[in-house]
């Protein structure tokens, strides 16, 4: 905890609309060495929305935490990133702090999964497979590779149905078989078979290329959003309380002998 302490010093200043944890932990795949990957909405200064200032994503490593506006989140969003969209699908316990933002959105998440969130989705796959390519440690290896299986099982629920939104935990067999894959590994050329028979399935059951409307609903959301920022009517949380969410998040996680 004390390097998240250290990692959000500079921010102490700033409220947040929303925190949660993402990564193996939100994916179900959390062992006992895994990282908690914080992911915070913050409320931008007044001044820097009426600027049109209000767009920003800052990253951190050593912990894992992205800090990001609204205005940033949003296109993530709209995009159909499916990092940004897993948000709207965490499973309990992962949700920190919610000052209405993605509970807001979370209506929206089957529309905004497009076509190309599953695009996404298989080329970050396809990425993972060249990095495979490469020499790394046995762990690591291991980790890349259910990571992949994780990416292509989630492009075929989505494509099964698209009425649902991008998934963020798979279903209680999907877990299993990446946690085995995990710690025992998986053939490479079976990973890499894996890749364009997905893709084929995907063609062959594309969900929506686009949705306008949900995206413009995102919009108005975020719009209201940021007016309540400049009118000081928005909710929001200081940042000590998404450390404190973060130390009792930790406690359940690992809890002590």
């Known amino acids: 905890m004390d390097d998240f302490e250290s990692a ?10 929303a925190a949660w ?7 179900g795949l959390a062992g006992p060495g895994s990282d908690i990957d914080l ?3 913050i409320a931008p200064d007044p001044a ?14 050593d912990p894992d935490i992205s800090i990001m506006t609204p205005v940033a989140f949003l296109k993530g969003l709209a995009k159909g990133s499916p990092n940004m969209l897993e948000a709207l699908a965490l499973p309990a316990g992962c949700l920190l702090l919610d000052s ?16 190309r969130t599953v695009d996404m989705a298989l080329g970050n796959a396809a990425s993972n497979l060249h ?6 440690d046995a762990r690591r290896r291991r980790k890349m590779q259910a990571e992949s299986m994780r990416l292509l ?19 209680d067999d999907d877990l299993t078989e990446l946690r085995r894959i995990r710690e025992h590994g998986m053939d490479g050329e079976e990973l890499a078979r894996q890749l364009p028979a997905m893709r084929e399935y995907a063609a062959a059951h594309r969900r929506p290329a686009s949705n306008t409307k949900a995206v413009r609903e995102a919009e108005r959301m975020v719009a209201n959003l940021s007016r309540g920022i400049i009118l000081g009517t ?6 000590d309380g998404v450390l404190s969410a973060v130390r009792m998040f930790a406690g359940d996680a690992y809890p002590m002998a």
């Open 8 to 17: 959000l010093e500079p921010y102490m200043a700033t409220r947040a609309l």
């Open 21 to 27: 944890v993402g990564g193996s932990h939100a994916h």
């Open 39 to 41: 992911r915070i909405v």
């Open 48 to 61: 820097d929305i009426l600027l049109d200032r209000a767009d920003a994503t800052i990253g951190v490593h």
């Open 100 to 115: 209405g933002l993605l509970d807001g959105l979370k209506p929206l998440a089957a529309g905004l999964a497009t076509r």
């Open 131 to 136: 990095l495979l390519e490469r020499d790394m």
């Open 153 to 171: 099982l989630a492009a075929g629920l989505a494509c099964a149905d698209p009425a649902a939104p991008w998934p963020c935990r798979l279903p």
């Open 234 to 239: 928005t909710a929001s949380f200081p940042m």
